[in-house]
């Protein structure tokens, strides 16, 4: 089972982009490329490590 602390979430790190391509549709800045899955879980699978260059987003301000 997956533990919760080691999960990364791409969509709340600024590496994390989306791309045009329909094949590879995930991308990773930090580590420079593009997938069709997280990238987070290919770097795990890949290194069977937690992604090490995550950096969360920073947040703007918000409008009400």
Known sequence: MK???T????FQCAYFYTTWEPAHPRGCRGYGFKTKSMPSAVVR???GHPCLKFVEKRKGPTSC
Do not use: I, T
């Open 7 to 10: 999960q990364v979430n791409c």
């Open 45 to 47: 699978q890949s290194s």
């Open 3 to 5: 533990s919760k602390a």
